[in-house]
């Protein structure tokens, strides 16, 4: 009896084995057809405005990159005592997003007066968890306009914040905002000098609305300090004129505003044609008659 019941049972393991061995295969198949998310950050600071990291979240499947839309990224402020959360954002359809914060008071810096970020993804069905770090430095630029000798200047200084001491050798782009690309001045490179200070000239006769130009002063993606920016609006633009004639008769212009010339001239040769037509019918009928 003893020997039947064992039998039973080694024939009944021998039928769950299949089983089992599927449910593991399913569970290393689901784990396989995870893939990773790679995070790219870049924090901006707008002096006297705001204060942002933009993020874009891709992922390579089937050897090509794709956004990773929908996903729940969660930002935290490390410091040498503690992990804050900062809060969270979700990217929209292209995989992008932005997280705004209320100004550089909201994060604490270690004791090198870095600032260190950390995004964490926590993962779903489709996507492994990651987690992405991002450090910077805060720096202040004190940007102004001068004008010597009727030439414009733009003079912008780096400082550290914390201690005021000045940056040097750092490569700033001035530039003036266009509407698609914005228009540099001065050198491809304009490094700062021992002071902390760059002096560009603005180029005359650029065009602006009611003659004032939008003057940008930015550290652009720098490795210690991200992108800072600095904006000056001042009037020193060539006046616009409208040479518009959206409201004038033209002949580009709808049909609503046609030039008066087309209307007139056309429909009094199309008159002085068909009367030729009706006198010539007259004569015949006439001539038929008589």
């Given at each position: 009896?003893?020997?039947?019941?064992?039998?039973?049972?080694?024939?009944?393991?021998?039928?769950?084995?299949?089983?089992?061995?599927?449910?593991?295969?399913n569970?290393?198949?689901?784990?396989?057809?995870?893939?990773?998310?790679?995070?790219?950050?870049?924090?901006?600071?707008?002096?006297?405005?705001?204060?942002?990291?933009?993020?874009?979240?891709?992922?390579?499947?089937?050897?090509?990159?794709?956004?990773?839309?929908?996903?729940?990224?969660?930002?935290?402020?490390?410091?040498?005592?503690?992990?804050?959360?900062?809060?969270?954002?979700?990217?929209?359809?292209?995989?992008?997003?932005?997280?705004?914060?209320?100004?550089?008071?909201?994060?604490?810096?270690?004791?090198?007066?870095?600032?260190?970020?950390s995004?964490?993804?926590?993962?779903?069905?489709?996507?492994?968890?990651?987690?992405?770090?991002?450090?910077?430095?805060?720096?202040?630029?004190?940007?102004?306009?001068?004008?010597?000798?009727?030439?414009?200047?733009?003079?912008?200084?780096?400082?550290?914040p914390?201690?005021?001491?000045?940056?040097?050798?750092?490569?700033?782009?001035?530039?003036?905002?266009?509407m698609?690309?914005?228009l540099k001045?001065?050198?491809?490179?304009?490094?700062?000098?021992?002071?902390?200070?760059?002096?560009?000239?603005?180029?005359?006769?650029?065009?602006?609305?009611?003659?004032?130009?939008?003057?940008?002063?930015?550290?652009?993606?720098?490795?210690?300090?991200?992108?800072?920016?600095?904006?000056?609006?001042?009037?020193?633009?060539?006046?616009?004129?409208?040479?518009?004639?959206?409201?004038?008769?033209?002949?580009?212009?709808?049909?609503?505003?046609?030039?008066?010339?087309?209307?007139?001239?056309?429909?009094?040769?199309?008159?002085?044609?068909?009367?030729?037509?009706?006198?010539?019918?007259?004569?015949?009928f006439?001539?038929?008659k008589?």
């Amino acid at each position: 009896m003893r020997s039947l019941l064992k039998i039973r049972f080694v024939y009944f393991s021998l039928l769950l084995i299949p089983f089992f061995n599927g449910i593991d295969l399913n569970a290393q198949e689901d784990e396989q057809e995870k893939n990773s998310v790679g995070l790219t950050i870049q924090y901006v600071k707008i002096m006297d405005g705001d204060i942002y990291f933009n993020v874009k979240a891709t992922s390579k499947i089937k050897k090509q990159f794709v956004q990773v839309s929908d996903i729940d990224l969660f930002f935290f402020n490390d410091t040498d005592e503690d992990r804050v959360e900062l809060g969270k954002m979700t990217t929209n359809a292209e995989g992008k997003g932005r997280f705004s914060l209320k100004n550089i008071n909201a994060l604490k810096a270690d004791v090198d007066s870095i600032y260190n970020i950390s995004i964490d993804f926590l993962g779903n069905d489709q996507f492994e968890e990651t987690t992405e770090y991002l450090s910077f430095k805060d720096v202040e630029i004190n940007a102004s306009l001068y004008n010597e000798d009727s030439i414009n200047y733009v003079t912008a200084t780096l400082t550290n914040p914390l201690t005021g001491a000045p940056i040097p050798d750092a490569y700033v782009d001035v530039q003036i905002k266009r509407m698609f690309k914005s228009l540099k001045m001065g050198e491809e490179f304009n490094v700062t000098d021992e002071s902390g200070t760059v002096i560009v000239p603005i180029a005359e006769g650029i065009p602006g609305l009611n003659g004032e130009l939008t003057i940008e002063v930015v550290l652009f993606e720098s490795d210690d300090y991200g992108t800072v920016k600095a904006i000056i609006n001042a009037p020193i633009g060539k006046q616009i004129v409208d040479e518009s004639t959206f409201d004038e008769r033209t002949m580009w212009s709808p049909k609503n505003k046609t030039p008066l010339f087309l209307l007139i001239f056309p429909n009094i040769l199309i008159f002085a044609i068909w009367g030729i037509i009706v006198y010539l019918f007259l004569n015949l009928f006439k001539i038929s008659k008589n």
